[in-house]
């Protein structure tokens, strides 16, 4: 079982940058995909970013919604059992419920939710114009 709590979500102007963080405990596992999903109300999860896990013969792999490249960044730090999405360039369309989640397999991209087996509770992202 892995329990995945986000925080770093908040209200900032357009243009600006905020860094959501999702712990997990008890590990934030390297063979594990981990994602950033976003979801408005009434709309399904749209998958932000996502990190795959490390294998012996690849790197983890980054993926990343149109929407969002070159402005968003995943990233994990197993040491400190974090993952983290950098948002800079924020824009009003980029406001929703942001989730973290884990699925012990790589999943293909764009990842469908119910392909992942853990989740947070979610953090707010709310962008003004």
């Known amino acids: 079982e892995v329990q995945l709590v986000e925080s770093g979500g908040g209200s900032v102007q357009a243009g600006r940058s905020l860094r959501l963080s999702c712990t997990a405990s008890?590990?934030?596992?390297?063979?594990?995909?981990w994602a950033w999903f976003r979801q408005l109300p009434g709309k399904e999860r749209e998958g932000v970013a996502g990190?795959?896990?490390?294998?012996?013969?690849?790197?983890?792999?980054?993926s990343y919604a149109d929407s969002v490249k070159g402005r968003f960044t995943i990233s994990k730090d197993s040491a400190k059992n974090t993952l983290y999405l950098q948002m800079n360039n924020l824009k009003p369309d980029d406001a929703a419920m942001y989730y973290c989640?884990?699925?012990?397999?790589?999943?293909?991209?764009?990842?469908?939710?119910?392909?992942?087996?853990?989740w947070g509770q979610g953090t707010q992202v709310t962008v003004s114009s």
């Open positions: 989640a884990a699925s012990p397999v790589n999943p293909p991209w764009p990842p469908e939710e119910g392909r992942f087996r853990y």
């Open positions: 008890p590990y934030l596992y390297d063979n594990y995909y």
């Open positions: 990190i795959s896990g490390i294998t012996s013969y690849a790197d983890a792999i980054t």
